[in-house]
């Protein structure tokens, strides 16, 4: 492996060198990432936006939208989250959601053009004796044509395979952050769990949805860590969410130092140089993004949102205002899968 000199394009940097059979690197090291950071912005925007262009029809955006299926009173201690029961966010703890509820918000979702419909939970990790109602929520979401994705916390090998067995499309587990930052965020799991979680999935066969949070105060050579660590899985994600830390009231990381939004869009356009075919979200935080921010993030390689004016338990755009940014930037949703024959009602 050759690391990063200051003479190194960042199309140097970019092309893949060290290939495996996907014809992808796994192999990036710290400093040539943080390389690619250290780049002038229109000399790494240009070479993110080459990469998005070679791969993928840089006008559209998948379209995901999130329920919440079960909110609050989660044991984890997760500094950023309004759903933790250590932290006073005013958020009380509600009941699984009826597979009813679930199927109204779905076709609302459907209506409004999502392709992806994305089921949070609460939790630590899964009961066993909750999956059954969650298999129950995936069939029928499936049914009405969409896409399904769940992010229920932890999962174990058996109902990772239980999951896929029963149709789950994609799981969504974030990484967070780097490996370094991550004990100032949370405490009450390790990294190491959040990889093994991420390998069950990818073993059941389902595709994997990992990402992170950016604005928590960690530096960039944490933002660097963490594409580091979800490049050099043995597959890249094929969803990889970038979230901007939405600060909770009552939360620990409330008030912070603001992020540079530039600094926001370049790891964005280093996300698409180190995974050039997976899908960048544009993910949590939107609504305190200028349309000129976002609109430079889909120029970096993002290619995803989150639409619907709530994500799990915070706010996102009204959906008028996305549609209304759509128009302005020429953008269009992806279209939705056809609906499988032996699914078709709904
Ligand atoms: N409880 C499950 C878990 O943590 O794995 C699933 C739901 S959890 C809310 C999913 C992800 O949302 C977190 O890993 C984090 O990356 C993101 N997230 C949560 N709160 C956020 C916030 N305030 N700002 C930005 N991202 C957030
Ligand atoms: C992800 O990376 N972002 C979504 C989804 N995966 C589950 C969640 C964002 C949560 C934002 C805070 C909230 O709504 O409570
Ligand atoms: Fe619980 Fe998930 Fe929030 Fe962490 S991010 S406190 S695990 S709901």
């Known amino acids: 492996m050759t690391s990063a000199t200051p003479q190194a394009s960042v199309e140097t940097l970019a092309r893949d060198r060290t290939v495996e059979g996907d014809g992808l690197r796994h192999d990036w090291n710290v400093e040539e990432i943080l390389a690619l950071f250290q780049f002038p912005f229109n000399d790494l925007l240009f070479e993110a936006h080459r990469l998005h262009r070679r791969h993928f029809d840089p006008n559209c955006v998948q379209i995901s939208t999130l329920l919440s299926v079960k909110t609050g009173g989660c044991p984890e201690d997760c500094k950023y989250c309004s759903q933790s029961s250590r932290y006073d966010t005013g958020l009380g703890a509600e009941k699984l959601l009826s597979v009813e509820e679930v199927i109204s918000e779905a076709k609302k979702a459907r209506e409004a053009g999502a392709t992806r419909f994305c089921m949070g939970a609460a939790w630590r990790n899964p009961k066993d004796r909750d999956l059954p109602h969650i298999l129950d929520m995936i069939r029928e979401v499936k049914a009405l044509g969409l896409e399904t994705c769940a992010t229920l916390g932890m999962l174990s090998k058996e109902q990772a395979d239980a999951l896929k067995e029963g149709g789950l499309d994609y799981y969504n587990h974030n990484v967070d952050t780097s490996e370094k930052f991550y004990g100032e965020i949370i405490t009450t799991r390790t990294y190491r769990d959040r990889i093994d979680t991420l390998s069950h999935v990818r073993a059941a066969g389902m595709k994997v949805c990992a990402g992170g949070i950016i604005g928590m105060g960690e530096e960039r050579a944490d933002r660097a860590g963490m594409l580091q660590t979800l490049a050099n899985l043995p597959e890249h994600p094929e969803s990889v969410p970038?979230?901007?830390?939405?600060?909770?009231?009552?939360?620990?990381?409330?008030?912070?130092?603001?992020?540079?939004?530039?600094?926001?869009?370049?790891?964005?356009?280093?996300?698409?140089?180190?995974?050039?075919?997976?899908?960048?979200?544009?993910?949590?935080?939107?609504?305190?993004?200028?349309?000129?921010?976002?609109?430079?993030?889909?120029?970096?390689?993002?290619?995803?949102?989150?639409?619907?004016?709530?994500?799990?338990?915070a706010g996102n755009p009204e959906a008028s205002e996305d549609r209304a940014l759509f128009e302005r930037l020429g953008l269009k949703g992806e279209a939705r899968p056809s609906v499988p024959r032996n699914h078709s009602h709904g």
Not at 248 to 262: A, F, K, N, S
């Open 242 to 313: 970038i979230n901007l830390l939405i600060r909770i009231p009552g939360t620990p990381l409330e008030v912070g130092e603001e992020l540079d939004p530039i600094e926001f869009v370049r790891t964005v356009a280093v996300a698409r140089v180190l995974m050039p075919k997976s899908v960048v979200r544009l993910s949590a935080g939107r609504e305190h993004m200028t349309d000129e921010m976002q609109a430079l993030c889909f120029f970096a390689g993002a290619n995803s949102i989150f639409y619907g004016e709530k994500l799990l338990t």
